[in-house]
């Protein structure tokens, strides 16, 4: 038989690891739906170029005159 003040702790116990499991199931709910929300933009944002008529790659500079990312 288990006294007053471990249950007590056990159901304290119990209630921080629920809280963290509901924590977790939060967090990835949003990452998927900010992973969607990207895809969904980057799509639009692909498709509006599309429809005007523009090139999707970058553009490449042959002479390799441009700013490093670095700032070198």
Known sequence: MTSH??????????RV???EERKRREREEWARRRKAGVAKRNARKLRQLAERG???APP???DNSSFAASGA
């Open 5 to 14: 003040v471990e249950q007590q702790i056990a159901a304290r116990i119990a």
């Open 17 to 19: 690891r629920a809280e």
């Open 54 to 56: 523009l090139d999707l």
């Open 60 to 62: 490449v500079n042959l």
